[in-house]
């Protein structure tokens, strides 16, 4: 048999992408490195030259010489003088032969755990948004308005050989200095909030912050004061650690409390943006709700999301600028005004429970990615986040004005606009409207919203209120959108 014969189907090994975002050397070389791991190159086998694979594949006869030269360098290759590119045995050495055709495992054993987190009610998200031609999807990006220069210079810094150097070393419970200091002085004054270096932990994620939070304040004799409507995922980690919970209904206000409060450990706000109903707590409020917790002893858990995403008139003080009594835990993130998917999360607490949380996080997970909190520290300490901050607000105050618009145009939508700004509207629907199916039918229509029961502690009779975010909506989409949305209204009367 000649050696054509026996060679394999190259083309048909390595399938390249010429659409895709990948350059065509890097899939060339993932498809080189998944066929030697995994066995589909004999060892004794000559890859062919690089002019017959660059024939084969159709592509530069450079993009193949590329791949193998990068390939030799990391040892995947040996290149035999006049004999060609083989496969370096060594790469294959120190891995269990499990061999073939192994009998199927039992995917149907139930393991008994401890939690029940199938009951936990959560806000529903598409991993396939972006596919919807009418994204109204709350809590992601536009990916157009993410700074990439100023990303890949922050990126750049954190890569220089010294950087490298000191992130990759276990940090072990400690946080990167530059990032600290950058929150300590950058972030939190825009707030009106000052803060020592050891009262900050950098978490993974606001999310992780009340996990935290919740963990070191709660057991299940505790009482936990939340808001009604509120951030779902909040009252699904405070219900992991406490058995008691009152809801606090909102109000043009933001949260009103009564004298349940002082059966209460803690209470979770959301005052600068309330989450979902975008209300702002005035100045007043906050100072009576400090007043009140600090009388009976009650620890504020404060999630001050989306305020720096503010466009419409002054900014409040954060609650944790005006506590005097260290009554207030604050939590905040970059996920807003950078990216969600970097889960850059922050806590701000007094130093003796700081350094608690300091110790349960290095349990937990020791501390968040090195590489991340040093490329973030470089971002904001060249400036480049209040730079974005002021484009996102510039772009979401103009897509505020447009949503306003358009839903002023149909009867069937109603609710006051966003006093504050931030990236959502919360809309009330007409009575014989249920929100879960709207998201449903509209969905079909290729409008994607967010059905507002799962914020209720209770969805009955809270069945017609909607969540509309426009971070990830082109500004051309909103007026259609919103007129499709109220077809699909307009259908229920049908």
């Known amino acids: 048999m000649s050696r054509t014969r026996e060679q394999p189907m190259w083309q048909q090994l390595f399938q390249l992408d010429h659409n895709d975002t990948q350059s065509l050397q890097t899939q060339l070389r993932q ?67 499990q061999g073939k055709g192994l009998e199927p495992f039992d995917d149907t054993v139930q393991i008994e755990t401890v939690l029940d987190l199938k009951s936990h009610r959560n806000v529903r998200r598409p991993t396939d948004w972006n596919h919807y031609q009418y994204p109204f999807i709350y809590g992601q990006i536009d990916s157009s308005l993410f700074p990439v220069n100023d990303w890949r210079e922050a ?26 200091e950058q929150i300590h002085k950058r972030v939190l004054p825009r707030r009106g909030v000052w803060a020592d270096p050891d009262q900050i932990l950098i978490t993974t994620g606001a999310q992780n912050a009340l996990f935290i939070t919740a963990q070191l304040l709660l057991d299940k004799s505790s009482t936990v004061g939340l808001e009604n409507p509120c951030y779902p995922d909040a ?68 999630d001050d999301y989306e305020s720096e995403l503010n466009f419409v008139g002054e900014p409040t003080p954060a609650l944790k600028s005006l506590d005097r009594t260290q009554q207030v835990i604050y939590i905040g993130s970059l996920s807003k005004t950078l990216a969600p998917g970097l889960r850059v999360g922050f806590m701000v607490g007094p130093k003796s429970f700081i350094k608690e949380a300091r110790a349960l996080r290095r349990l937990m997970y020791r501390h968040p990615p090195s590489n991340t909190q040093r490329t973030v520290g470089h971002f904001l300490a060249l400036g480049h986040h209040d730079s974005a901050v002021l484009r996102l607000s510039q772009a979401y105050k103009k897509r505020w004005e447009l949503m ?63 969540r509309l975010g426009f971070s990830s909506i082109s500004d051309e989409r909103i007026q259609p959108g919103i007129e499709r949305l109220a077809g699909v209204i307009d259908g229920f009367r049908r």
């Open 404 to 466: 306003n618009h358009a839903l002023r145009q149909h009867e069937c939508f109603s609710g006051a606009a966003p006093a504050f700004g931030g990236s959502s509207y919360w809309v009330e629907l007409p009575k014989h409207v249920e929100a879960e199916e709207l998201e449903q039918r509209a969905a079909k229509q290729s409008v994607f919203i967010n059905a507002g029961d799962t914020y209720f502690a209770n969805p009955e009779g809270n069945q017609h209120y909607c």
């Open 31 to 97: 498809s080189l490195v998944n066929a030697i791991l995994d066995g589909r190159v004999a060892l004794d086998m000559p890859l062919p030259s690089s002019r017959e694979l660059a024939k084969q594949l159709g592509v530069a006869r450079n993009t193949v010489v590329l791949a193998y030269q990068h390939l030799v360098d990391e040892n995947y290759l040996i290149a035999r003088e006049r004999r060609g590119y083989f496969v370096n045995s060594d790469m294959l050495t120190g891995r269990v032969n």
């Open 155 to 180: 990126c750049r810094l954190s890569l220089h050989v010294g950087a490298i150097n000191e992130w990759t070393h276990d940090r072990i419970a400690r946080d990167d200095e530059l990032l600290v």
């Open 235 to 302: 009252r699904n980690i405070f219900s992991l650690f406490s058995g008691n919970q009152i809801e606090f209904a909102v109000g043009s206000s933001g949260v009103q409390t009564d004298e349940r409060l002082e059966r209460c450990r803690l209470i979770y706000v959301t005052p600068s943006h309330q989450c979902p109903t975008t209300t702002t707590m005035p100045l007043q409020s906050r100072r009576e709700l400090l007043a009140l917790a600090a009388e009976h002893n009650v620890m504020i858990v404060e």
